[in-house]
């Protein structure tokens, strides 16, 4: 984040990138990886990848460039709330990794090389489909919780 801040876009993809492979040597984006740790070091290591992940997706789209991940390789359920995040940032980090999702998806669809191959039509398909996700997974849910995390509506 600091990188992004002082704009240095390729010092953050890298750092990102390296600590997505990090994620991955460890087994961190597939559940069978931990199911024999206690539930808080299971919490913990999911904060941590889908946090990564967040980073590094909102990035890739940003910069044009394809994430060291892909959705299909991940068996880790998205975060859910939970109360070992305090309110409000609890929400906050579900709709950020709710947007890195879809995110993902629009470099896969829109703008990767493969998509641009695409016909304009099935584009748009895609376009049309990832903005009603877009709307029903985060916006909806950030206009419900906004009054009540700022205190106004």
Not at 61 to 72: D, F, K, T, V
Request: aromatic content about 10%; overall charge negative.
């Amino acid at each position: 984040m600091h990188a992004l801040e002082i704009s240095k876009p390729s010092v953050a993809w890298t750092l990102a990138s390296t600590a997505m492979n990090l994620c991955q040597t460890l087994g961190y984006h597939r559940i069978t990886s931990m199911e024999h740790d206690p539930i808080s070091v299971q919490r913990q290591k999911q904060h941590l990848f889908w946090s990564v992940y967040t980073i590094l997706n909102m990035m890739s789209l940003r910069l044009g460039r394809a994430s060291s991940i892909q959705n299909y390789d991940i068996s880790l359920p998205p975060l859910d709330e939970s109360a070992d995040v305090p309110y409000p940032w609890g929400p906050v980090c579900i709709w950020w990794t709710r947007s890195a999702i879809i995110q993902s998806e629009v470099y896969q669809y829109l703008y990767s090389p493969e998509a641009l191959q695409k016909p304009e039509s099935e584009r748009v398909t895609h376009a049309h489909r990832l903005a009603a996700e877009m709307q029903s997974k985060v916006m909806e849910q950030f206009d419900v919780y906004l009054p009540a995390i700022c205190g106004f509506d």
